[in-house]
C-alpha cells in the first residue's frame, strides 16, 4: 500500500508540474457508458433511473445538491479531469450547459443503466451506447462549427481523452434477472456478445478521429450490496459466480484491446482496472480508512438505488466517508476518490 501510494504521488507530480503552466494536459476528456459515470444525462429522459434528488449530490460542490451523478459526491471521473488540470467538469450532453464554448473541453454522453448491449439500455429507456456514439457525431458538428471546420476541430478529436464505463448494468440488470437471455446464453457466451460491442466501439470511435480511449473493467459485481441481498442466497459475502463472470469478462476485454492495438498501431487504449482496486476496498476496508464495505450509506445499505434511495429513506448514514458504498450499486466519493488515484497510475501513457 505505501509503495502505490508512493506511486500515485509521483505520478501526480509529474502531472501536476505538467499543468502548472495553466494549460489541461490535454484538450478535452469525452465519457460514455453507464451510471458509474452519468453526470445527469438521464434527468432529461423519460426513465426511473435517476439521480437528481436528495441525498444523491448531498456532498457535491458548494450547493451540496443533487446533478444527477450516483454518488454523494464526485464520481471517479470528476477526480480524473481534475487531475488532468481541468477546473470544469465535462457537462452532460442534454444539459443546457453543454453548448457553444463548453463543448471545447469534452461532453459526458453517458447514461444510467446503460451497457454495451442496446437492449439493455431499452429495457430502462436509457440512452443506448449506439445511440451515445450518434450524439458524439453531432458533439463533433458541433464542435467543427464553433471552431471553423474539421481540419481545425481534428486535434481535440484526436488529442481527446475518451473515457468509457460499460458492462455492469448488461450482467446485473439484465442477464442476471432475463430468463430470455440467461437461458439462451451462458456467462461466457454473453460476455463474447458485450466484447463484440466493445470492438464495434472503439473502432467508431478509431474512424471518427479518437485516438486515446480508455475503457473500465467491469468491477467484482459479486460484491455489490444489491448483488449481495439479491443474488447471495442470504449470505452477506460476495458472490463468487458472479466475480468470476467479471474476471472472465475482464480477460475477454484485454485480450480485444490488445487485438485493436495490433490492428490500428497510433491507438492508444488502455482498459483501467478497478476490479482489483475495489475488491481490495471491499476485503480491506480498514487498510483504506473505511469501516463499512457490506452495506452502502443509503438507505438499508443493501437494495437501495435510485428512486429507493431517496431523502425518505431510513437509515441513510449520516458520513459517507467511511463507506465503501454509497448506495448499492455505486461507490461513495470517498471510493471514487481512491480508485481514481489507482487510474491516474494506470492512465499514464494516454497522456504521454
Not at 464520481?75 to 463543448?103: C, H, I, M, Q, W
Not at 466475480?243 to 482498459?271: E, G, M, P, Q
Request: glycine share 8%; aromatic share 10%.
Amino acid at each position: 500500500m505505501a509503495a502505490s501510494a508512493a506511486l500515485v504521488l509521483m505520478a501526480a507530480a509529474c502531472i501536476a508540474a505538467r499543468a502548472a503552466q495553466g494549460q489541461p494536459l490535454v484538450p478535452a476528456v469525452m465519457i460514455f457508458g453507464d451510471s458509474v459515470v452519468d453526470a445527469g444525462n438521464n434527468n432529461y429522459l423519460f426513465t426511473i433511473v435517476k439521480s437528481n434528488f436528495p441525498p444523491y449530490g448531498r456532498d457535491f460542490g458548494p450547493r451540496h445538491a443533487p446533478t444527477g451523478r450516483f454518488c454523494n459526491g464526485k464520481l471517479a471521473t470528476d477526480f480524473t479531469v481534475e487531475n488532468l488540470g481541468f477546473s470544469s467538469y465535462p457537462p452532460a450532453y442534454l444539459s443546457r450547459e453543454a453548448a457553444g464554448k463548453n463543448l471545447l473541453t469534452g461532453a459526458n454522453f453517458a447514461s444510467a443503466a446503460s451497457g454495451y448491449l442496446d437492449r439493455t439500455a431499452n429495457l430502462y429507456q436509457a440512452i443506448s451506447l449506439t445511440q451515445q456514439l450518434e450524439n458524439y457525431r453531432e458533439y463533433q458538428r458541433k464542435v467543427e462549427n464553433i471552431i471553423g471546420g474539421r481540419a481545425k476541430a481534428a486535434g481535440i478529436f484526436s488529442g481527446a481523452i475518451n473515457i468509457l464505463s460499460a458492462g455492469s448494468s448488461d450482467y446485473v440488470q439484465n442477464y442476471y434477472i432475463n430468463p430470455l437471455i440467461n437461458e439462451a446464453y451462458s456467462p461466457d457466451q454473453f460476455g463474447d456478445i458485450l466484447i463484440r460491442s466493445f470492438t464495434s466501439f472503439v473502432q467508431n470511435m478509431y474512424n471518427l478521429g479518437a485516438r486515446r480511449i480508455a475503457a473500465t473493467s467491469l468491477p467484482p459485481i459479486g460484491c455489490l450490496p444489491a448483488a449481495i441481498t439479491l443474488f447471495g442466497g442470504g449470505s452477506n459475502n460476495c458472490v463468487d459466480r458472479l466475480n468470476s463472470d467479471a474476471t472472465t469478462f475482464n480477460k475477454k476485454l484485454s485480450a480485444a484491446a490488445d487485438a485493436l492495438k495490433r490492428s490500428h498501431s497510433d491507438l492508444k487504449l488502455i482498459i483501467f482496472d478497478v476490479y482489483n482496486p475495489l475488491l481490495d476496498l471491499i476485503k480491506n476496508p480498514g487498510n483504506n480508512g473505511f469501516f463499512e464495505a457490506r452495506k452502502a450509506c443509503c438507505g438499508t445499505g443493501t437494495i437501495e438505488t435510485s428512486l429507493l434511495c431517496n431523502a425518505r429513506s431510513p437509515g441513510t448514514c449520516a458520513n459517507a466517508t467511511g463507506y465503501v458504498f454509497w448506495d448499492s450499486f455505486h461507490p461513495s466519493e470517498a471510493a471514487n476518490k481512491i480508485l481514481a488515484d489507482a487510474l491516474l497510475l494506470q492512465g499514464i501513457e494516454l497522456i504521454s
